[in-house]
């Protein structure tokens, strides 16, 4: 059983900044993708940021020179740095982690809310 937790979630201003973190735990025993992903309201969800061990990072392309993914992968934790936020960044965000085995585990999310 895998457990992701997230935390660093609220509401900022836009321009503003926020970290994301997501700490993995349980058995792990190789991880292959740690990333995440956002659902704003009546969307679907959609891909924000990966990071494929041994890899560079892929973005999607609306946060491609604003959001910077990186990962810990002593600690089995990944975080995501948001800064100049937009209101159209509001969303729901999950922790996403694929394991050699191609299981999916799926972090509880966490509220961004950019908003003046």
């Known amino acids: 059983q895998v457990q992701l937790v997230e935390s660093g979630g609220g509401l900022v201003q836009p321009g503003g900044s926020l970290r994301l973190s997501c700490a993995a735990s349980?058995?792990?025993?190789?991880?292959?993708?740690m990333g995440w992903y956002r659902q704003a309201s009546g969307k679907q969800r959609e891909l924000v940021a990966t990071f494929p061990r041994g890899s560079s990072a892929v973005y999607t392309d609306s946060v491609k020179g604003r959001f910077t993914i990186s990962r810990d992968n002593a600690k089995n934790t990944v975080y995501l740095q948001m800064n100049s936020l937009k209101p159209e960044d509001t969303a729901v965000y999950y922790c996403?982690?694929?394991?050699?085995?191609?299981?999916?585990?799926w972090g509880q999310g966490t509220q961004v809310l950019v908003s003046s």
């Open positions: 996403q982690l694929v394991t050699t085995g191609q299981n999916i585990y």
């Open positions: 349980g058995s792990i025993f190789s991880i292959m993708v």
